[in-house]
Each structure stands twice: as structure tokens, then as C-alpha cells.
């Protein structure tokens, strides 16, 4: 795989099933290298395989969330049709009858989640409601300044949302009216779900005196009904002890079922929690996994079917459905597992239908029969397959230096090296930490094989994937609650080992040639290591935490570091400065490529500079490469453009310093000319 098979990636995700489940709704989106824009669009698949899926909508735009009406007649889905405005659309269209595609509401914000009333008559969706400045002028610069009281002002790939709080709206199904505001800021509001009886709404929100300095959603009601007050507000049904998020309401209206995690000593595992709709009593269903039930990505509201509770996992770098009575009568069950990952699941009128991806294949729309029989119903990445050889990973296993456990570690071979060549390796360290490498397609590792290296990944203690103790094992040993070893510590450790092994299971391995890179919390883990030992002989250390007591203050998430380390940065500096990667630079004698987005609001760009200063100012050897008009998500979404070019320049980087192939580069860089 070259950087500019970038623009060949296709796949599939989000199937919806309609009601007598004939048919499935799906997205399928695409790259768009010549106009630097991804394009996705609606489609349908035939349940039965009986005729070949194609397109319900034209795809020329950002068209996807689709969700079936009640009769199975209409689909109603979001868009981005006048992208150039910069507005959002929610459209309904139908399906095997008469009609056109109906425009129901435009807004300047972004249309999200919309969901059905029980009747077909109205939808509800979330959408941010701008505050009364934004009237005032279309440039910021004649607009009133921005008052902050509150923590978690903006947002990663959002930008300012103190002023734009995320809100609830029902409009009716035929746009015959505006949309109605139901759940309104300050506060932040997701994830509607109608009533049985289409007369009340269940949402995600907190909404507690100083919500900002102790980030608990509680499940709210909000009548909707005829007979409801036009002001009637969101009551809390939950009581501010679990953190609730994906409500799912039960057939009879008595239950609501919800994924729900302990956010005060972090990290914790999501759970599927069923809670009384009048009482507000708990029952948590999932715990005997000891398993995050919130999989990134692929994490969707528990799915009521047949007395049970549907609803994903992650395991060991896989990503399974399973099913859970919704009673409590029973423990969980696997419902469909398999070395791959399960990105969308949906059943209805007797389909089950996912979107699966492996190491090796593009996510593709398949069906689960009555027999456990699966059928693949789509072949979306066909094209791409054809035209780009992969390679597959091979897994091992590595025991913990800690001696709690295995290691799970993958290692990817570079096709048709010759019999006794050396190759050069990258250890590659994920996010996060909270969340694992997975048995899914990842551009990345395909890349760096594609240009001659072997790839070593792993999911170190931190990630999730295993239990939650495992997860809980990097907080600090001066954490009130459940010390462990810190960030740096044993999973540093577990990368470490799981590197050695590689380097021992196969002699083709160059270990004079190993370069190590990582993103966000895999940055942090490149910095750290680098500063604490010079086996690598060059670095990329991307979108980093390199300052953890600057990044609490810098980042979108402003203050949660106290509860990941169960201390605030003003009750304990030594440890924010012992736990810094930037606090160990001197000893820092790699090569480091630093890299990062000038709008990540996530891991700020100062994170980036204080490295780069620090490095630049000793004498260290650095190159630095900022990002304009990217945010922290940029090797998974930004421009298509912008993803090709940081590819060439971390294979150009590793090129120079490690001996593989470096790339042709079209754009103007600089290390071409010196």
C-alpha cells in the first residue's frame, strides 16, 4: 500500500433494518482524494441476497444516519447538501412507494442522531442551538466576546460549545413545521429515545449545580405528548451515581436500557444497565464480562430483542456482539464473535445484520441467519483489494514483565523481502490509553509494510480489551483509589517486551534499525520512552501529551487528568511533573519527528511546541511538521490530502533515519531539496 491508496478506501457502516425486515439501510462512504472530501451515501441490501445493493442516495455529499420509519415505508437521514453554507439537512425519503425526498429542517449546526417517533408522525435529533451573539455578525470579530463559567467550554473537531450547547429537537415527519426545542442548553443533551407511547423523551444529559466539575449524564425524561407543556423540562430519572449515555427505551415502556461507567475513578468499563422508567432503580447486567461494553469504534444503545439486551464488547483486539437477559435472569453470551471487529449491528423482523472488518478486508455489510449460517452481502473494497497487495498480521502472545497476564502483540511482515534480508521495524503504540488495537483494517500498518518494515503492535497494560483492573493499572501509586504504576510505567514495560519477543521470534528483524511513533496518548508513550532509554534510532511522536500539568489546563477536557490520577494538579505538581515526558528531554538523544494539528483541541499544539523548543534549544535533532485546519483526529479523519502527506512524511522521516523505502512526494517538501 502507497499514501495515495488513501483515496481508494471504501467501506461500509451503520445498517439499519427495516421493520418487517426486508431490507437494509446502510452507509457507505468513500474517499475523494481529487477533491479532497469524502463522500458517503445511503444504501439498500436486499436481506435475501436477492438483488444486488445500490444506492438510495446520490452520495455527492456528507448523506448518512439513516433510520427506517415505524411502517418500514420512509428513511430519513442527514446531510450535508449545502456544504458550502455550511448547513445541515435531515431529509426523509421513501422507500418502494411514490415520492420525492423531502427536505424537513435545515440548520446552521450539525443534525445528529435522529430517531422516530412511535407513530411515524415526528423526529427527534440533536443539533447545537447557537446563543444570541452569533445574530449579532457572521464574523467573529464583530461578535460580543465569549463568557466562560464553566469547564469543558470547547471541543475537539467542535470548536467553542460553551456557546453552542448541544440541544434536543422534535419536528414533525412531513416538515409542515420548524423544529421545536425540547432540552435546551447551558446544558449538554444527546441521544433521544422516544417512548413506546410517543410521549415522552429519554436523554443524556447532566444538569446538576457545578455539572462541569463532576461530569456524571444522568437519564432525563421530557414529556413530548399532546398533552405536555410547551416549557416542560428534562426531570432526572437516574440519581448521579453511574454515568448514563445511548438510552434505549423497552417494548413495554417500564424499562430503559443504558451503557453506564463509574466516570469518578477512571478509567471504568461502560455497562449495560437496564434502569425503571418511574423509579429510576438500577440493575447492571454486564458486569461478569468485566469487559468495556462501549467499543471505539462501533458502540451503539443496547438493543432490545426477544427478552434480551444486544450489545458489543471489546476483547483481546476483537470486537464482539453479545446478548444478555434483559431480566438480569441470566450471564451474558456471545452472540457473534470471530477474529475480526463488529463496527454496526441492527435487528429487526427476524435480520440480524452487521458490518464486520478484518486486519486484512474493508468493513462489509453481511446478515446472520437463524443457523448461525453468515452471508456477506456486500463486496464494497473488492477494487481496492485487487489493486493493493496487503499483508496479514501474525499474533502472539508476550508474558506481562508484571506477571498478571499475557500480552496480546501482532507483528506485520513487509511482502516479498527476500530470504535472509534484514528489515527494518516500527513499534507502533496506540491511544488512548483506554482502548486497543483491534483485529480491524488499519491503513497505517499496511503503509508502513508497504514501504519495507515490519510492524509491531500490542495492547499494553492501560488498554482496554481485558479487565477493568488491567485498564486501572497505569494510575498513579499516589492515587487514593486504585494505585498502580503510572503512565511510563508497567506499559512501558509491556511495549518494551512485546518488542524484544518480535525481535526474538523472527531473526529478519534489524534491531539496529527500530523506530518507535504513536499518537495522543501513544505520542506521550513515544516521548516518555525516548527520554528513558536510546535503543530506537528515530522517533515520531504525534499529536502528544508531552506536559501532562499544561495539558490539564489546555486541553477540551480541561480538569479530567484528577480523575484518571485521583489527584488535581494543584493538590499534587511533583506528580503532573514526574509523569511529563518533557521533564526527562535532556536525556532525549533520538532523532524525534514531531507532528500535530493546529486546531487539536484534545492535546492542544502547545504540548507539540513545548517539545520542539525544549529539543531545538539543546541541540537536539527535530523536525516539526503543524497541520493547518486539522484537529486531533487527522490519521483517521482529516482531509484526504492532509492524511496522504503525513504518511509520506513519516515514511520520508523513517526513510532517512531506518533505510526503508522512502515515498515519491508530488507537494513541495523540504528534505527533497536539501
Known sequence: MKPADIGRI?????????????????????????????????????????????????????????????????????????????????HVVPVGIPGETLTICERQEAIEEPTWS?????????????????????????RPPRRIDRLFS??????????RPRSVFVVPADGSAAPRLVAGGPYEHGAPAWSPDGTRLAVATTRAKDWDLEPVDDIHVVDVGPDARPDAEPRPLTDRGLSHTLPSWGPDGTRIATLAEDARLVPAHSQVVVVDAETGGQ?????????????????????????????SIEDRGDIHVYRVAADG????????????SITGFDVAGGTFAFVAGTTTTLPELFVRDADGTERCLTSLGAAFHAAVPVAEPEHFTVPSPAGDGEVDAWLVRP????????VPVLLSIHGGPMTQYS???????????????????????GSTGYTEAWSRSIRPPEAPEVPGTGWGGIDADDVLAVLDAALERDPSLDADRVGVLGGSYGGYLTSWLIGHTDRFAAACSERAVNNVASLETSSDAAGFFRFEFGLTHLDAPELYQRLSPISYVRDITTPVLILHSEDDLRCHIEQADQLFVALRLLGKPVEYWR?????????????????????????????????GERPQISWSHPSRSA
Request: aromatic share 10%; proline share 8%; charged share 25%.
Open 10 to 90: 471504501v467501506s461500509a457502516a451503520d445498517p439499519k433494518v427495516s421493520p418487517d425486515g426486508r431490507l437494509i439501510a446502510f452507509v457507505v462512504a468513500r474517499v475523494d482524494l481529487d477533491k479532497n472530501r469524502y463522500r458517503s451515501s445511503v444504501w439498500l441490501a436486499a436481506a435475501d441476497g436477492s438483488s444486488p445493493p445500490y444506492p438510495l442516495t446520490a452520495g455527492e455529499h456528507g448523506d448518512g444516519q439513516p433510520v427506517w420509519s415505524p411502517d418500514g415505508r420512509r428513511v430519513a437521514f442527514t446531510s450535508r447538501r449545502s456544504e458550502e453554507k455550511g448547513v445541515s439537512t435531515l
Open 118 to 142: 412511535p407513530d411515524g408522525t415526528r423526529i427527534a435529533f440533536a443539533s447545537r442551538e447557537r446563543a444570541g451573539r452569533y445574530a449579532d455578525s457572521d464574523d467573529e470579530r464583530g
Open 154 to 163: 470547547r471541543l475537539d473537531g467542535e470548536g467553542w460549545i460553551i456557546d
Open 283 to 311: 440493575q447492571v447486567l454486564s458486569a461478569g464480562l468485566d469487559r468495556q461494553c462501549a467499543p471505539h469504534p462501533g458502540t451503539r444503545a443496547p438493543l432490545w430483542h426477544d427478552g434480551h439486551l444486544l450489545f
Open 329 to 340: 435472569s441470566g450471564q451474558p453470551e456471545l452472540l457473534i464473535g470471530g477474529t475480526r
Open 415 to 422: 511482502p516479498g523481502v527476500p530470504a535472509g534480508e534484514r
Open 439 to 461: 483485529n480491524s483494517w488499519f491503513d497505517e500498518f499496511q503503509l508502513w509494510a508497504g514501504a519495507g518494515y515490519a510492524v509491531v503492535y500490542c495492547n499494553p497494560h
Open 627 to 659: 497541520f493547518p485546519g486539522e484537529g486531533h483526529e487527522l490519521s483517521r479523519s482529516g482531509s484526504p490530502r492532509h492524511r496522504v502527506q503525513r504518511a509520506e512524511i513519516i515514511l520520508d522521516w523513517f526513510g532517512r533515519h531506518l533505510g
